[in-house]
């Protein structure tokens, strides 16, 4: 007669119902008794409820208690501290998160997602390493007053993260808010009629607002189809406009010159040394100009003039 198989019993700790239904199915399918909890306050209580779970696998950012301080407890109880012990985090990530686990006394530090195949195989070979004789899992290695010292320094790092990604949010959305003020406002000034250049010095002072360090100016071609007039340039040196007034497009006329007059975006990342600016580079250094590009502003039926940053 043969002997039935005793059913390995898996405790799942997991706030997000996807992962735990995911987590479920798999350890299921291979024949695993499943028990769920949604925190570690509730996995505590699932362990004293089950004198007979063979292996914990817990999430670490979960509310009331989070996978850390549910593993210190885990540990610090002698009817539990013999259960292998795996994080498996996607926010808790780095080295130094693993390293603190691992002191827990954590048997595996597992990162979302895994190959469902390697998360079996895990499970198999810590299983097995436990039915061995003097193969149990190793105690924590650290003091309670360094778990908690090392526990607050990543809940100090997590926080001081996610502060930095708030605040880069907020400097995003100030910037979606300007940028959709300056538009009404340029909106504005072309339903009442205010004169072409502006409306062109409005939008290339806004630009430079939210682009500090750069200038801007718009160059229209003339009626002759040769020459660049400046329409617009808030904000760069009066003698440096003057010395570019209707300047004669061509191959080699800076960047906006060849701009308008091949019809392609010209990018230089260094006046002073680019073929194009070999005749006007004292020129654009003397003002401080270390970068240029210029995009033509084209029709269907012939181009327009420049856009020059």
């Known amino acids: 007669m043969k002997r039935k198989m005793i059913k390995k019993t898996i405790l799942i700790v997991e706030d997000t119902f996807e992962n735990l239904y995911l987590l ?24 004293y409820e089950n004198n007979n ?5 817990s999430d670490i950012l979960m509310p009331i208690m989070d996978g850390f301080m549910f593993c210190q407890a885990c540990k610090e109880e002698k009817l539990f501290e013999h259960i292998p012990f795996v994080f498996y985090t ?12 691992l002191k827990l006394g954590a048997a595996q530090f597992l990162r979302k997602p895994i190959d469902h195949d390697e998360l079996i195989i895990m499970v198999k070979n810590i299983l ?4 061995k004789p003097l193969k149990g899992v190793k105690k924590a290695v650290v003091t309670k007053e360094d778990v908690f010292k090392l526990y607050n320094q990543r809940l100090i790092n997590k926080l001081e993260h996610k502060s ?4 880069s949010e907020i400097i995003i959305r100030k910037k979606a808010e300007n940028l ?16 072409l250049k502006k409306v062109f010095d409005h939008i290339l002072l806004s630009y430079e607002t939210n682009h500090p360090g750069c200038f801007a100016t718009i160059c229209l071609l003339d009626d002759d189809g040769v020459h660049l ?6 904000s760069m040196p009066k003698a440096y406009n003057l010395a570019l007034k209707r300047i004669v497009i061509g191959e080699k006329v800076a960047s906006c010159g060849t701009a308008a007059f091949t019809k392609k975006p010209v990018i230089v990342s260094d006046i002073s040394t680019d073929k194009l600016w070999k005749d006007y580079k004292d020129l654009a250094l003397k003002h401080q100009l270390k970068s240029c590009w210029s995009i ?14």
């Open 180 to 195: 959709l003020i300056q538009k009404n406002e340029i909106l504005n000034l072309i339903a009442h009629n205010t004169p």
């Open 128 to 131: 097995d390493k436990v039915n």
């Open 164 to 167: 930095l990604i708030l605040e």
């Open 53 to 57: 779970v063979d292996l914990i696998i």
């Open 90 to 101: 996607s926010t808790y990530t780095e080295k130094l998160d693993e390293d603190f686990a």
């Open 296 to 309: 033509p502003i084209l029709t269907k039926s012939n181009d327009k003039g420049v856009y020059n940053i």
């Open 229 to 234: 007039d400046l329409i617009s340039a808030p």
């Open 24 to 47: 479920r199915v798999i350890l299921e399918e291979e024949g695993y008794h499943v028990i769920e909890a949604n925190d570690g306050s509730e996995g505590l209580n699932k362990l």
